[in-house]
DNA sequence: TATTGTTATACTCTATAACTATA
DNA sequence: TATAGTTATAGAGTATAACAATA
């Protein structure tokens, strides 16, 4: 009876981990010829559907703490890609637009990453990816995994 | 011909990422009991099969960058769980190696990983299980993914 | 009192590059 | 001159908590 050690690579997470961080370090290479972030992109696109949402819906829905929207907002603001605008409901809420250069810009950070993930993913069959798919939605359903910033 | 942006959770990338993170602080949290992040059980887990790594070498196993591997090795040491050596061959070397404390750790902090992995693909049969891993590393195969700190 | 958003602090990880000491 | 390692700086993300304004 030797007590076993198990090796990194033992676990599934391990290669998760390790795909997905190349998948999301070889898009945010992408990015970068546009100046943007991949949590910047993310919120861009909730705001290319929705405009005019509140920095803590916004929190809710990506996954981020309020003090980090604050700052994201902060750095898209800067980039004249994202408005602030104070919500004429109440006095305390802000509300969230993407500018018309922010608006323009979504579609080819769309393209970059269906080209990201097309590339990634071009050596599995049609078949394959689904079922890869069907699998990861399986487990965030029976994790019960959920966007809920702690906060 | 409406131009389409395609939906955050229309590539695969996204469910991996949101997967993978879940998976990865699910961890990080069990470890934290230890005081351990995810990156400094990597680092332990090389050094428990590999007594005495250079950081040069660490960084390149383990995909960080010197720079990195520095401040990860402060941490530990300060920790008490890895200790610092000259290389006795070469002046300007420095060796690695776990401490009595870290290698005993060493084996507690593997079975969180197998409690971690266990209970997250728990929901997954053995046969989807070896289905999920071969196709990861397909794709680390087919896409050439290394372990390459950029330094 | 509770909520909205901001601000501040701190920590991890990443990236880049300058620096030292040895080779 | 090249290499090993450290150090410094900066950016991104996370977490926590305090805070002002408003509800």
Redesign the pocket.
Known sequence: MTARVSDLDAHLGYWLRFVS?HVS?SFARRLQDR?V????WVAMRRLFDEAGV????L?ERI?????????????LIDKELVA?RP?P???????LVLTARGRALVPELAALADDNDAEFFRSLTAQERRGLRRLLERLVDQNELKIV???
């Open positions: 961080n370090q100046d972030t991949v949590a910047e509140a920095p803590s819906l929190a996954g981020m703490t309020r003090g980090a929207i604050t700052k994201l907002a902060d750095r602030r919500d409901q109440d006095g305390r809420a802000q509300i910033p702690v906060d």
